[in-house]
């Protein structure tokens, strides 16, 4: 179930990127809600909210990493992991390898999906930019959780 959800993950990001390539790289922003959402087509040759510019190599070597720990927890764990904790690794892993999919194809990631809060933009980001970080969340919740029970 793990491997099917992973790779469902990862198609969605990748399909979704390949839409905004198709459909917003040369005609520009589509607003979805006024002055609040729009998909916006954005290269990403950084890192999260675009630091580290132009850091490729670097980014592949970190990647590789995180992915190779990410494999050994879900798969190599397995047993040791509730479903909180596999499903926040697995959005984490999928996340990953959706923009080490872009880094290695296009030597960019495409971020689209831009939200203005209160008259100030918020970065740019993509599907597998929030998988990253919903796993995260995930991932921290539960770790307090587990603290918590032991104390």
């Known amino acids: 179930m ?8 990862i198609a969605l990001d990748q399909l979704s990127k390949l839409w905004v390539l198709a459909n917003l790289k040369e005609s520009g922003p589509m607003e979805i809600i006024p002055d609040f959402f729009q ?3 954005v290269e990403n040759r950084g890192a999260a909210f675009g630091i580290l510019q132009d850091g490729r190599p670097l980014f592949i070597v970190i990647t590789l990493a995180v992915i190779g720990a990410l494999i050994y927890a879900l798969y190599g764990k397995k047993h040791d992991l509730d479903r909180v904790m ?4 697995v959005l984490i892993l999928a996340g990953a390898v959706g923009n080490f999919i872009d880094r290695l194809r296009l030597h ?3 971020d689209f999906l ?7 933009p918020f970065a740019v980001f993509n599907l597998a930019d929030a998988m ?3 796993g995260t969340v995930l991932l921290i919740v539960q770790l307090f959780l587990k603290e918590e029970q032991k104390s």
Do not use: W
Not at 114 to 120: I, P
């Open 132 to 134: 990253i970080v919903v």
């Open 86 to 89: 596999q499903s926040a690794l």
């Open 39 to 41: 998909l916006l087509y």
């Open 114 to 120: 831009s939200f203005n809060f209160f008259g100030h």
């Open 2 to 9: 793990v491997s099917i959800l992973l790779i469902a993950l």
């Open 108 to 110: 960019y990631v495409v």
